[in-house]
């Protein structure tokens, strides 16, 4: 796990500690005595995120497990599968996926998905996972499309990725725009 940027809060030492340093039992114990999985600290950190952001794999494996709103909003690592996506944290990616409690399409405040996201960087690892589930044609709020992102942004590695999976090589952007053109 690695890419996740953290920074500290106050009043989140108590209830986070879990995610921060907990390496052992007692972290286990604490969640399956009902510890409070999905709360937030003052700047919307969650266990999840703290966990990793801390590169604590034991434990956000066991906050996925349990009931954890991977999808809470979060000052820390905004979504964690967008944080993954940008990233190019494939280890995370997968991990958010296997679990199944993420939703793939979701959108920022642009109107982007994590594919968008990891297309445009040009993590090409990372927009492969995506694409066994996310639909390769989604548009942001410019209606721009992975594609589009990939041109714009000379990601030759994605964009052979993109067209080998049928990305549409006609779809307009708002400026009426094709991905290629």
């Known amino acids: 796990m690695s890419g996740f940027r953290c ?3 106050s009043g989140s030492a108590g209830k986070f500690a879990v995610g921060r340093a907990a390496k052992s039992p007692a972290t286990r114990n604490m969640f399956n005595a009902g510890a409070r999985v999905n709360s937030e600290d003052k700047i919307g950190g969650t266990p999840l995120s703290y ?6 794999k034991k434990v956000f494996e066991l906050l996925l497990k ?3 709103q991977v999808n809470s909003k979060d000052d820390i690592s905004k979504k964690l599968l967008f944080s993954a996506a940008e990233k190019g ?3 995370v990616v997968k991990l958010l996926l296997e679990v199944g ?5 979701a959108q920022d405040s642009f109107g982007r998905t994590p594919l968008l996201y990891a297309a445009e960087i040009g993590h090409r690892v990372v927009a492969k996972v995506l694409l066994e589930k996310a639909n390769i044609n989604d548009q942001d709020k410019i209606r721009a499309t992975a594609l589009h992102w990939v041109a714009r942004n000379g990601q030759r590695a994605v964009m ?3 067209l ?4 549409d090589i006609e779809a307009r952007d708002i ?4 991905p290629l053109a």
């Open 160 to 162: 052979s990725l993109l």
């Open 164 to 167: 080998k999976n049928a990305a």
């Open 89 to 91: 944290d494939e280890a």
């Open 66 to 68: 349990k009931k954890t």
């Open 51 to 56: 966990a990793a952001c801390n590169e604590d």
């Open 101 to 105: 409690k993420v939703d793939i399409e």
């Open 7 to 9: 920074r500290a809060s």
């Open 175 to 178: 400026g009426r725009g094709t």
